[in-house]
């Protein structure tokens, strides 16, 4: 699967993004998909997932409220909608796409098979 990222940039506080991940090369469906980010310095942390179905989804105590996930199957791309956005958001935000089977959705930046290549979402103050 290949992921490519896209939809970052530079937002106020209180500003929306949507960040959006379209897949090729496999179907979308047979992967549970994830939100991670990284600011400098900092080491890679998750943001939300959602299931093979959709039915399905998970979120960083940081982003609950405000961040929402969602995967259109048919159209091999998943989405996260930022809202309500704060400085501490600036981070480098990666998709992934886990291939395995696990007991719920993981969070865990090793249990993710496919990697985008992350675009950049700067929250200003």
């Known amino acids: 699967v290949q992921l490519q990222a896209s939809g970052g940039g530079l937002v106020q506080a209180g500003g929306s993004l949507r960040l959006s991940c379209a897949a090729s090369?496999?179907?979308?469906?047979?992967?549970?998909m994830g939100w991670f980010r990284q600011a400098p310095g900092k080491e890679r942390e998750f943001v939300s997932a959602?299931?093979?179905?959709?039915?399905?989804?998970e979120y960083a105590d940081s982003v609950k409220g405000r961040f929402t996930i969602s995967r259109d199957n048919a159209k091999n791309t998943a989405y996260l909608q930022m809202n309500s956005l704060k400085p501490e958001d600036t981070a480098l935000y990666y998709c992934?796409?886990?291939?395995?089977?696990?007991?719920?959705?993981?969070?865990?930046?090793?249990?993710?098979?496919?990697w985008g290549q992350g675009t950049q979402v700067t929250v200003s103050s």
């Open positions: 992934a796409a886990d291939k395995s089977i696990h007991i719920g959705l993981s969070t865990r930046t090793s249990d993710y098979d496919y």
């Open positions: 090369g496999r179907t979308l469906s047979s992967n549970v």
């Open positions: 959602i299931s093979r179905s959709g039915s399905g989804t």
